[in-house]
């Protein structure tokens, strides 16, 4: 079990590592302000799906490149399904917003995008300012390990740390991420 003493601790090397001004801003979340913000946020889960963010990093700035020259990022994403859902988002962006805003249940309404599942919805909400966990492969082992889900194990440990849900699980993927604890271990 990851107590608030071990957590602590997580953090402390999570901020050395160079990351205090993202748990900062995980603190203070902000939600997309316009449909260019909407559809860019959505890009960009889209194509950080199943990849690192190093690589998905580069993809996502020439799509955007591409689409904001030629309202298509085919040439510079091979992932044919991913560039057509992409696309689409894109040029329904003012219309998808539009409905993002008035709808009740904002993380549902994420999925209904294209190439957002279940898992990057959560994704997305996280990335919009919702306090939601996403459960990756490294914060579900953690999860497991205590006989637990990622969310509630990030609602527990917000409680006793004084952060967001959504906090937690940044501090904890970046420091499996990092190798600063490892998720495939029983305990940390």
């Known amino acids: 079990m990851i ?3 071990r957590f602590r601790e997580i953090e402390a090397a999570v901020r050395a590592a160079g990351y205090a001004e993202a748990i900062q801003r995980s603190e203070a979340p902000t939600a997309p302000a316009t449909a260019y913000d909407f559809a860019a946020g959505a890009i ?26 030629t309202d298509s990022c085919k040439a ?49 909400a996280k990335n919009f300012g919702g ?8 914060l579900n082992r953690l999860a497991e390990a205590e006989g637990t889900t990622a969310q509630a194990l990030c609602e527990r440990l917000g409680a006793e740390a004084g952060y967001r849900a959504s906090t937690i699980d940044l501090i904890l993927w970046r420091a499996c991420a990092d190798g600063i604890i490892t998720s495939r271990l029983k305990s940390t």
């Not at 190093?54 to 689409?67: G, K, W």
């Not at 306090?131 to 490294?138: I, L, Q």
Request: hydrophobic share 45%; proline share 5%; aromatic share 10%.
């Open 3 to 5: 107590t608030l003493e």
């Open 44 to 69: 960009y889960v889209i194509i950080n799906g199943g990849m690192k963010n190093s690589v998905a990093r580069p993809i996502y700035e020439r799509c955007m490149v591409a689409l904001e020259a």
């Open 76 to 124: 510079v994403f091979g992932h044919p399904g991913k560039s057509a859902g992409i696309d689409l988002i894109w040029a329904e962006r003012d219309r998808l917003f539009a409905e993002y805003l008035v709808a009740e249940d904002k993380v549902a309404f994420l999925q209904t995008l294209s190439w957002i599942g279940p898992v990057t919805k959560l994704h997305l």
């Open 131 to 138: 306090d939601v966990a996403k459960p990756d492969v490294h």
